[in-house]
């Protein structure tokens, strides 16, 4: 009976102490678990960069159309447009004057053809049917063929001239009403109203040309250069001696 109570005792002391043990070093394993995942955690927060604080005031507004020039690309007047974008406007008031310059220079483009034409004896006189540009005003293309191709450009009645502008604002108008394309309806601001609304693409491209940054480059490039050669050809022809170089006509 002792030894029956005996080996009782030891069994018992025996699996209590393999109970307290087990759960003992469970519990610290899952100690050290907690404090493995902690320290990786304070290492990974330690490690993460700092986000950059916001940027304060009014930031610079890249310009697409820098010059090709020796040593990289050079933006003439960056300081009137940083003026113009960062201190008196925004992005958007650089988006419509690009779209003001390519507009300038697509009309200085036709303008340096209708002068180049004219000076080259290229005229209307020799191209159409028609005698007259008007019956009523008794203006012939002859007439205006003779004159100088500032002096043509006013002796055209006005109502060619109304024609001409109605033409160039049919183009207007549908910038400012339409956008991708569309006709907008629902709109209670014009979409060529809007901020960042007129940007000089029309958004026609029958033959499906692809629109690279160097096209748009070439065409601004060609732009300048018309603006400069119509205003160059004028002051030639109506102040002689004003233009140093010689002129083919």
């Not at 102490?17 to 610290?28: D, E, H, L, N, Y």
Request: aromatic fraction near 8%; hydrophobic fraction near 45%.
């Amino acid at each position: 009976m002792k030894f029956t109570a005996i080996l009782a005792l030891l069994l018992a002391s025996t699996a209590h102490g393999f109970t307290v043990g087990t759960v003992g070093r469970s519990a610290m394993r899952l100690n050290m678990a907690e404090d493995a995942a902690e320290a990786v955690a304070e290492a990974v927060e330690e490690e993460a960069p700092a986000a950059p604080p916001a940027p304060k005031g009014p930031q610079k507004v890249p310009c697409f159309g820098a010059t090709p020039w020796i040593g990289g690309p050079k933006f003439v007047g960056e300081n009137y447009w940083d003026k113009l974008t960062m201190e008196y406007g925004s992005a958007e008031t650089g988006t419509f004057l690009r779209a003001a310059e390519l507009k300038h220079g697509r009309s200085a483009m036709l303008a340096t053809l209708g002068f180049a034409f004219h000076k080259l004896g290229l005229t209307l006189d020799h191209i159409s049917p028609h005698k007259y540009l008007s019956v009523s005003e008794g203006v012939t293309f002859a007439d205006l063929a003779a004159m100088t191709p500032l002096d043509a450009m006013k002796h055209v009645p006005a109502e060619g001239l109304t024609q001409m502008f109605g033409f160039i604002a049919l183009f207007e108008i549908y910038e400012l009403t339409h956008k991708d394309g569309k006709l907008v309806q629902d709109a209670t601001v014009a979409p060529g109203l809007s901020p960042g609304g007129l940007t000089g693409d029309l958004g026609w491209n029958p033959l499906k040309v692809e629109v690279t940054d160097r096209r748009r480059l070439s065409e601004l490039q060609n732009g300048r250069a018309a603006m400069v050669a119509i205003c160059a050809w004028i002051a030639a022809s109506e102040i002689p001696g004003s233009f140093p170089l010689p002129l083919p006509w």
